[in-house]
Structure formats: structure tokens, C-alpha cells
């Protein structure tokens, strides 16, 4: 079983569509989780920390379940713009320092 | 502000050849730093990070070395370089206390012909 596992999609939904994605991972030590968008051969970047509250930035919603050990990311309202490939990271402190990154998501919103 | 920076952009280079990718940070002090690769159409691979000057962690086994000579300068090296070292490689920094967001450069992506 990889560390941290996403579904690669793609995901190709119309815009307006409300899309979430689901990323596990497989240490229960770990302590800090993020979601980053990364365009065509472009660097990523940072989307959104997920916190077990879970948080809220506009039209994306990060949520952190431990029990279960994945995080999850919804993005309401989807615009052309979302188009790109999601990353989770997962951090572990325990035991030395180690961070993950999911292989991705990737979507695409068609008008 | 933060900003970090990676040279060069594009990089062709024949197997058996040397390797030097550098990056810097500024705005910051006493980051960690990280190096990553990643494949057509794959996933990042961390390949090293450092949490001080002269602090190398290696993460995969490989011919590639980094070096950190100055507090926000980081290297990636190889003294030959193989077909499999093509890839997109990311240098990013991250606070020295966590929860370690990481924010990237622009990266340099590499053709070993």
C-alpha cells in the first residue's frame, strides 16, 4: 500500500459543479496535511493547510479524518480556472521528519 | 516577502555529463530546504532536504548530491549524469518550525539526452 494514495482521475466535470477529491494515507503519526494546485509544468502551489476542524477558503473546503486517515478537498462552484492537478501532502515529525506527496488529481471543468 | 529562485529554467545536457541546479531563498533565514524530482507525468520524489547549513538528509539513494554552502542557497549536483536523471526538479523552503507549509520555485526542468 503507497503512503499517501489519491485517485489520479481525471475528474471532468462542467463548470459550476461542485467536485471533491479523497487522499489517504496510510501513518497514523502523521501531524500536518496541505492540498496544493499544480498547473501544466508549472511548480505547485500551496492551495490550503487541512486542519481536523476543518477550514474554509471561498469555493474550496478542506476536511481532516483521522479515524480514517485521509483528507478530503471540495470545490464548489468550479470555474474554467480550477483546471489543474491536485496534490495532498502528508507530514510526519515523528521518528524524523518525512513529507509525502500524493501522485494527484487531475481536473478538468468544460464549459 | 519570501521569494525563492531557481536557475536555470531549462536545462539539455548529455549522460556523462555534470549536473549544478541552484537555488536560493530570500526574505527568510534559517530555512528548510528541500529538493524534489518529478517525472513526466508522475508524482514529486523528495529527494533531499536540509535543516541548516552543512545538514544534508537524503531521502533516495541515487548519483545526485546537495549541498547547502550558504544559509538560503541550496545544490543539487551529479558528477554523471544518467538518461533516468530527466525530470522537472523543484527546489522549496519551508519555516524552521512547523506545521512545514513548503513553497517552491519555479523549477528547472532538465533533458539528459
Known amino acids: 500500500r503507497k503512503e499517501v494514495e489519491q485517485d489520479p482521475g481525471p475528474f471532468n466535470v462542467p463548470e459550476g459543479a461542485t467536485v471533491a477529491f479523497n487522499c489517504t494515507y496510510s501513518?497514523?503519526?502523521?501531524?500536518?496535511f496541505f492540498w496544493y494546485r499544480q498547473d501544466c509544468r508549472k511548480e505547485p502551489k500551496l492551495l490550503m493547510s487541512?486542519?481536523?476542524s476543518g477550514n474554509e477558503d471561498g469555493r474550496f473546503t478542506a476536511q481532516l479524518n483521522r479515524a480514517s486517515q485521509y483528507i478530503s478537498l471540495l470545490i464548489r462552484d468550479s470555474k474554467l480556472s480550477d483546471s489543474a492537478t491536485y496534490l495532498c501532502?502528508?507530514?510526519?515529525?515523528?521518528?524524523?521528519?518525512?513529507?509525502?506527496f500524493g501522485a494527484g488529481t487531475r481536473l478538468f471543468v468544460k464549459a | 516577502s519570501q521569494t525563492i529562485h531557481q536557475w536555470p529554467a531549462t536545462l539539455v545536457q548529455p549522460v556523462g555529463s555534470p549536473l549544478s541546479l541552484e537555488c536560493t531563498v530570500e526574505?527568510?533565514?534559517?530555512?528548510?530546504l528541500y529538493w524534489y524530482r518529478q517525472a513526466a507525468g508522475r508524482g514529486l520524489q523528495l529527494l533531499f532536504y536540509?535543516?541548516?547549513?552543512?545538514?544534508i538528509s537524503s531521502e533516495v539513494p541515487q548519483n545526485l548530491s546537495a549541498s547547502r554552502p550558504q544559509d538560503r542557497q541550496f545544490i543539487l549536483s551529479s558528477k554523471k549524469l544518467l538518461l533516468s536523471d530527466s525530470g522537472f526538479y523543484l527546489c522549496?523552503?519551508?519555516?524552521?518550525?512547523?506545521?512545514?507549509?513548503?513553497?517552491f520555485g519555479p523549477g528547472t526542468r532538465l533533458t539528459v539526452t
Open positions: 536540509s535543516v541548516g547549513i552543512g545538514q
Open positions: 501513518n497514523s503519526a502523521s501531524q500536518s
Open positions: 487541512v486542519y481536523s
Open positions: 522549496a523552503w519551508s519555516g524552521g518550525t512547523g506545521p512545514y507549509e513548503q513553497y
Open positions: 501532502v502528508v507530514n510526519t515529525l515523528t521518528g524524523g521528519f518525512k513529507t509525502i
Open positions: 526574505g527568510t533565514s534559517n530555512p528548510n
